[in-house]
């Protein structure tokens, strides 16, 4: 019996009813707010939407909850759920770009599988060893491109060299591949389809629906595929010192390039998704590994049915892929440091520097992991013998798998991580910004603050309140495995890879939190946090008994159907989150992007009356507007308000002084967004309509949008 201090009576264990009802009433307590959101944003919502938009929602919903009858059996409603998405992509027009993107994922795995043939790491189980050949294959192609692109030869010649070089070279492999998934097709037993496999295909075939329509986000359209549009136009990978963004580490922006040559910015978005699938497919087979098939099918659902995670799929964003390389990474680094293995060290250094050259804010998850493996491998359990060698295995593959990218910034700029670290390095492209006249570049704006308490706070705010820490996000966008870790460690407290990922996950939140307390930047972490969050659920409906139990089994459908309604509504590009008129044939792709981005018609115009060689000044002025930065559909180049150079053409009051820094610029003509101009742009010479009156033509107006032709 346990005993307080001295004299003092000894404490009396918690009632049985108390440890019965705890877990329960805590999984009500933080599931609540995000039904309560689900609900609240559909009736706020709902009115503004067209009857055609909520009549596909209720039929999705509606299939949903067919499946709770448990009549209707898993194999009808997979071959349904296929013959659906290729329906899809045959009515879009997006079945050539989709094969062209399945080409790069096979590349891509071809690639990986000569790497796994040379590296040679233990025996890992087949779905995880092929999850890890996917992964490594897409930073081979990634370089492959990077190397065309400094060579001057993205062509599409080169690119389909790219595709079937690799292809060739592990036909073997390939082969391999192809007869272990007819085996397991013929090995699968027939079933009634649960409600999780149901809705995991309705979240599939939404995700589907938004990826095939063209890309119109605002970084997409900015420097994710506008900088490979300006690169296939030139035939290399040239600078565009306007473009902040191009002198970031851009490792997927390659690969998109390769999908691009072979089929336009349709193949690029779907590669995207595609990358969604395999970082799902990762979660499972890891967390099979580590734990359970129950556990990992719970991990895999709530990971992809995440908001912020499901819409990455939909958008040609990388941090989906900056998680493939990170989860896979820590998984990599727990086997080398409980093995001793070096190859197996090598895969997760390489990894994880993939990972980095994606997203230079990836170090935040990375640098756990690789302390980790240093600190492991210096205690006195560690493999003997192998300490030097793993620790120097997956650091040196970390350092060649990324050097590239600083390489080639060093060169560029004088700065190998610009625009970070500026006062160090203080490269001339990146000078001492504003932030007071120049909100849009302040990171203050993020998070709770710096201190413990802040700290403690953040896994709330985070869950019910994500505004606070990203510009794009509202409310539950980033779900709530956070507040379910505590789940995993109550439950699995003497599991060492509970131990770990808890490890791994918490020391990035705490130097997320201290640095750049933006979203996005924690999501590589989330598919530990996931897999955490599935572990203490799985553990709770198996041991709780009675309430907590039944609970505990019913959070991940809930999770699920609550999340659908904040992905649809509450993400960027509400209006268009389900544009299934563009996924049944209904629009065109022309006429969507004409609704949606009000710099595609003017660009268009400009494009048709004075061809690819016009230069454009895109002028608007309101921080994070989502159309001032189109450089995927632009004639030719275009340079917008985020340039360094406009940000000294706002403060010329003098028009004769505006016309003659323009012309020097070598511009055509000027955009101008009137509904988004900020208080501070007010005043400057090329907002003036006396201005354009005296030195241009009016092309273009529509709802506040100009376009003027310099004369």
Known sequence: MAHGPAGAPPRAPPSPLIRRLAPALYLCLILAPVIAQALLTIGQSAPRLPWTTLATVAVLLGLMLLTLTRAVGRVPILIAALAAGLGILILSGALIAAAAAAAVMIAAFAGGSI????????????????????????GVTSYAMLALGLSGLLLPWAAVLVIAVPVVLARGDLMTAAGILRRLARLHKPGPAGPMLAAGIVWAIVVLVAAVAPEVSYDSTSYHLGLPRVWIDAGRMVDVPEQLQSYYY??????????MLLAGPAAAKLLSFLSLALAVAAVYVVARSMFSSRAAAVAAALFATTPAIAWQGTTTYVDVSATLYVFLGSAAALRATRSG?????????????????????????????????????????????????????????????????????YIQTGNPVFPLLNGIFRSPLWPQIDVVSN???????????????????????????AERF???????????????LPLA????????????????????????VLSVPYARYLLPVF???????????DDLSRSAGGLAARIASSVPALLM?????????????????????????????EAYLSRLLPTYDPLRLVASSTGAGSNVLLLSFHAGSSDDEDRLYAPGRVETVASLWTQDLIRIRDHAAALSAIRDRGFTHVYVNRRLVDAWARGAAMLDPAFFREHATLEYEKGGVELHRLR
């Open 527 to 537: 598919g530990a946090l996931t897999v955490l969050a599935a572990v203490g659920l």
């Open 250 to 259: 851009l490792a997927a922006e390659m690969n998109f390039t390769l999908a």
């Open 489 to 512: 460690l109550i439950g699995r407290r003497g599991s060492a890879e509970v131990r770990y990922l808890a490890l791994i996950s918490v020391s990035a939140l705490v130097i997320w």
């Open 561 to 589: 159907a609550a999340s659908l309604p904040l992905v649809l509504f509450m993400l960027p590009g509400a209006s268009a989150r389900i544009p299934y008129e563009v996924a049944l044939g209904l629009e065109t792709r």
């Open 341 to 409: 293995d070096a190859r197996l060290a090598i895969l997760a250094g390489a990894l994880l520097g993939l990972a980095v050259a994606t997203k230079l804010t990836a170090l935040l998850a990375v640098a756990p992991i690789l302390a980790f493996v240093a600190v492991r491998m210096l205690l006195p359990d560690a493999a003997r013998g192998r300490r030097a060698a793993v620790v120097a295995a997956s650091g040196l593959a970390f350092a060649a798998a990324l050097a590239p990218w600083p390489i080639l910034r």
């Open 439 to 465: 909100p849009a570049y302040s990171l203050d704006r993020f998070g709770l603050g710096k201190d413990p308490a802040a700290i403690l706070a953040t896994p709330l705010a985070l869950s019910y309140a």
């Open 115 to 138: 790497l796994i043939r040379l590296l040679r790491p233990a025996e890992l189980p087949p779905a995880e060893d092929a999850v890890y050949r996917f992964a490594l294959g897409l």
């Open 470 to 484: 990203d510009d794009a996000a509202l409310g539950a966008g980033f779900g709530i495995a956070l507040l379910l």
